[in-house]
């Protein structure tokens, strides 16, 4: 039942803090307890017991929640990171904050959703469901241009998300699957034949590389972040929505193995430039927010690289990475929003030698940007050399190129922090507010959590990563329609 | 085939239209006495409201007989379900007009007879199982709305959208018999399970084609699918905001309805190019309705076609009734009702007296200064749009799981092609809404009854969009959702 609390809590949350909008100490009340609540229940997500009811039993969907395989661990970063974001959320927006937060927390609730739904049809409700409160956060709180970046946020996420939608539905009608419950699916539908598998892989790839994002249809994150509130808060939602890899690796990947196999190669090699272009693009920004966008579309080409090697290690790795980059880059935008906050800009020629003045802030900072670059011990550095790893497994060369990414994170990283708080004083600024500090603490934590010691999530990651390699070795002894699996080794298979 | 005698009437079935029949006649001789049409309107929302019980009644325990004059007047789920939804648009433009009428000056108590006789037409509609019965329930239901859609007399647009309306309506009126005179040449009867047995022998195919294909283009007018939907955007945009709340919902019902039993027990029997070609108009209903659509500034202009557009969807299920398709369009039309009532009903609290002021600029800045307005709106445009987990996304996802499952890729993924860009219009509005500064005054009218509608509407959406099996297991009874199918 946690797992369908952990999604409630959010949306009640978010209505009273829809009614106490002339309060402001109130909202922020509602907005810590919503943090503080969710991520308490989330602590207790992992093995806890699913959830299931009949949603539309006439063509078979159940709104069935299960916390098994990697779910439970993105809840539990993406609430770790929610904390200070609804804080920063509740104290520097101006005007609004409580539909601000209203919005953070029903978007939370949708990637809860997301994270934990076992059928495929209530994942694709959430999945949709949470791009509303992303395109409202830009449209109202965003900055000049927001109009224009709204929309075209919209007819990128909608276009790719309506043809996963007939994919899905396609999957079923022609796999004559029971229902939509994703044990029932893995059994009925690698029995479809690899042309049909690769048809419906590619609709529901296309709506997923939009969210994953890959090059070339990933423009649509970067005038998000640059046209988002100036606080930070939004992008932090930014990067906590980036499920695109999230959808391959617990649906697209498993339900039609054939499929991912022809058409891995290609998704792979788009990877694995996004990975490139991503990072040779991070060097050359001078807008703070466009950076971190560049530099964070760079990590998600390895989180492809990784999950498009269809290798064991690669795809943990990657969901790992997945987690991990919520907190560093979460981090840095928050960190960016802090910059804005003292000078009104967003421009790193406005910025320099702040170490001077704010040492604080700066050691910080650097501790962040070193998480975000994969410096080993923190929290990116796991994933990232496991996807790429796992990569090199099965497919060296695309692999090898993704790893150029990681040369020039070095560069863009320390790059980023000598122009803004080394060389000569500009003007001098003050050091990190008590407010700022508690809302940076969560992230530096969480850093060295997932750095420090990443097995027990592994684990969790790997269980259901191995699904994922089952299904494709399956395709390798091609005995269509039987199961090689059975049902209790799927999650939530005692069903 | 044998027909039972010929008076084997079940009262239960036909009590809720009856009971309309009387309150519109009672609301009418009410009429001549009362200048204040709002007691008027209160007998008619009883009256309504006792039609529902009847429906209610019947469809808890149905009764053994499914219809009524042999197999001519039907009382099976579909009938009853569809009734539901006639009724539940009728409470809500009641409620709209309920004291809205007064402030556009169109307050004449002979509104609300009118209103009730075109539902009562909708639900014959609904109930035909014959062609004759289905004239009748086309004639009844049109007429008083060609009357409606001009009743802002001495407004040239309000009194142009009548005249067109009942121009065009009486050519698809005169198709549709035409074609019911070709269909029983060809068949020798009006009952539709007779024409599906004495057609399945073979003969005359062509001479009922040909009598189908004009009893599609009639009912294609009503259900306003291109490109037979012409009339749609002038009237809408004409006619009074209370009644386009009623007639964009009620006619639509009533069209589909029996469509959707014309075509699933009859068109069987005929040539299956009847099939393409119905599978053609709804391509080009889904394509013309959204990109319109996508042109237009003023909102009801917009709504209207994308009225247009959700007939198209609708006629997604049509070509997949025996997949799931029949259940789908009750549902989606469940959800349709509720959310493009709603969404009038609050476009009729943003217009003047004179029914202006539906241009987008005067939507910017909403948000901030009519916030549960403006929510409510967004609500309703989302639920449009198809995104979960409002109504119009469970209809979304029936009809195209119907449409799938009966093998129409090419309509599937033209349909959700399009459905992109529907989002793209609704949220326009959304946008300007929150988006922008507003430069207008904001709109002052307050209407409780109005709000109880949108309240009511509101609920609705929401209520079967998070539980929509509530609704759909009742509906989705399989083969004897259809009487005798």
Do not use: C
């Not at chain 1, 971190?292 to 943990?316: E, N, P, T, W």
């Not at chain 2, 070609?277 to 709504?303: D, E, W, Y």
């Amino acid at each position: 039942m946690i797992s369908l609390y952990v999604i409630l809590l959010p949306v009640l949350m978010a209505l009273l803090a829809i009614l106490a909008r002339g309060s402001a100490p109130l909202v922020r009340g509602l907005a810590f307890l919503g943090g503080i609540g969710t991520f308490a229940l989330a602590l207790f997500l992992a093995g806890s017991e699913g959830f299931n009811a009949a949603w539309l039993p006439g063509i078979g969907v159940n709104f069935a929640l299960d916390a098994t395989g990697a779910g439970p661990v993105l809840v539990l970063v993406a609430a770790l990171v929610m904390i200070p974001t609804l804080l920063v959320a509740a104290s520097r927006v101006e005007k609004g904050a409580a539909g601000f937060v209203a919005l953070l927390l029903l978007a939370q609730a949708g990637l809860n959703g997301i994270f934990l739904s076992k059928d495929l049809i209530v994942f694709y409700i959430f999945w949709e469901a949470t791009l509303i409160p992303g395109l409202l956060l830009l449209g109202i709180y965003g900055g000049d241009r927001r109009r224009q970046a709204t929309l075209k946020y919209l007819v990128y996420a909608v276009a790719g998300s309506f043809l996963m939608l007939i994919s899905i539905l396609a999957l079923k009608a022609l796999s004559g699957a029971a229902s939509f419950h994703i044990t029932e699916l893995m059994i009925a539908t690698p029995a479809l034949s690899a042309a049909t598998q690769t048809w419906l892989f590619v609709g529901m790839a296309v709506g997923m590389m939009v969210k994953l994002p890959l090059w070339p249809l990933h423009s649509w994150l970067i005038d998000l972040n640059e046209q988002n509130h100036p606080s930070g808060a939004a992008d932090v939602l930014g990067s906590l929505y980036k499920v695109g890899a999230f959808g391959f690796f617990a649906w697209a990947l498993p339900l039609l193995p054939a499929g991912a196999e022809r058409v891995a190669p290609y998704l792979l090699a788009l990877a694995a430039v996004t990975a490139v272009y991503g990072a040779l693009a991070a060097i050359s920004q001078d807008h703070l927010k466009r950076f971190l966008a560049y530099g964070s579309l760079s990590h998600m080409g390895i989180i492809g690289v990784g999950l498009f090697g269809l290798h064991l290690a690669g795809l943990s790795g990657a969901i790992y990475f997945l987690a991990a980059q919520m907190l560093s880059t979460g981090g840095l935008f928050l960190v960016a929003g802090m910059l804005y906050h003292r000078r009104r800009s967003f421009s790193v020629k406005d910025y320099g030698g702040l170490a001077k003045s704010a040492p604080a802030f700066a050691a910080v900072s650097l501790f962040l940007i070193f998480a975000y670059i994969g410096v080993p011990g923190l929290s990116n550095f796991p994933g990232e050399f496991m996807a790429l790893l796992g990569a090199f497994q099965t497919s060296p060369w695309p692999a090898a190129f993704a790893t150029l990414a990681v040369i020039a994170a070095g560069v863009y990283g320390v790059n980023l922090f000598q122009r803004l708080f080394q060389g000569t004083t500009t003007v001098p600024t003050t050091d990190l507010s008590p407010l700022e500090l508690y809302v940076l603490v969560p992230f530096v934590a969480g850093v060295l959590w997932l750095g420090i010691s990443p097995a027990p999530q592994l684990r969790q990651i790997e269980q259901q990563a191995s699904l994922v390699t089952l299904q494709l070795e399956r395709v390798v002894e091609a005995q269509p329609g039987v199961p090689a699996v059975t049902l209790a080794e799927l999650p939530g298979g005692e069903r | 085939m044998t027909f039972p005698p010929v008076l084997d009437v079940d009262w239960s079935a036909l009590a809720p239209a009856l009971a309309l029949l009387v309150t519109a006649a009672v609301t009418l001789f009410f009429a001549l006495f009362h200048k204040d049409s709002r007691h008027v309107a209160i007998t008619a929302l009883i009256g309504v409201v006792t039609a529902f019980l009847f429906a209610l009644a019947r469809f808890l325990e149905p009764g053994e007989q499914v219809a009524s004059f042999g197999l001519r007047y039907y009382g099976d789920t579909m009938a009853l379900a569809f009734t539901f939804i006639i009724l539940l648009g009728t409470a809500l433009a009641i409620l709209v007009s309920y004291d809205q009428l007064k402030r556009q000056d169109l307050d004449r108590p002979e509104y609300y007879p009118l209103m009730l006789l075109s539902a009562l037409g909708a639900v014959i509609m609904a109930s035909s199982g014959d062609l004759i019965t289905l004239v009748l329930g086309l004639e009844i239901m049109s007429l008083p709305v060609y009357v409606l859609s001009a009743w802002r007399t001495r407004d040239r647009q309000s009194e142009e959208a009548g005249m067109k309306y009942f121009l065009l309506g009486a050519f698809g009126s005169a198709m549709l018999i035409y074609g019911i005179a070709l269909l029983y040449g060809a068949g020798g009867t009006f009952v539709f399970e007779g024409l599906a047995q004495s057609l399945a022998g073979g003969q005359l195919t062509v001479l009922a084609t040909l009598g189908g294909a004009l009893v599609l283009v009639g009912l294609g007018f009503k259900a306003s699918m291109a490109p037979f939907h012409q009339w749609a955007p002038d009237v809408y945009t004409g006619a009074p905001t209370p009644v386009v709340t009623f007639m964009s919902v009620v006619i639509k019902v009533g069209a589909f309805a029996a469509l959707l039993r014309v075509v699933a027990v009859v068109f069987p029997q005929l040539s299956p190019w009847l099939i393409t070609a119905l599978a053609v108009i709804v391509a080009a209903t889904l394509i013309i309705g959204n990109l319109s659509a996508l042109m237009q500034r003023g909102v009801k202009r917009i709504l209207a076609y994308s009225a247009v557009a959700h007939a198209g969807y609708l006629g997604l299920a049509l070509l997949a009734p025996d997949h799931g398709g029949i259940p789908a369009a009750a549902f989606y039309l469940t959800a349709y009702a509720l959310m493009n009532a709603g969404a009038f009903a609050v476009l009729s609290l943003m217009t003047d007296a004179n029914d202006r002021g539906d241009d987008l600029d005067r939507f910017a800045g909403l948000g901030a200064k009519r916030p549960w307005l403006a929510a409510t709106l967004t609500f309703f445009l989302l639920s449009l749009g198809g995104i979960p987990p409002l109504a119009g996304f469970a209809g979304k996802v029936l009809v195209f799981q119907a449409v799938i499952e009966a093998g129409w890729y090419w309509l599937a993924v033209l349909g959700i092609l399009t459905s992109v860009v529907a989002l793209v219009y609704y949220f326009r509005i959304i946008a300007y809404m929150y988006f922008r500064e507003s430069e207008y005054e904001a709109p002052s009218t307050r209407s409780t009854a109005t709000n109880v509608a949108i309240a009511v509407a509101l609920v609705g959406t929401l209520l079967f969009g998070l539980f929509p099996g509530l609704w759909h297991d009742l509906l989705n009874v399989g083969q004897t959702f259809i009487a005798g199918f």
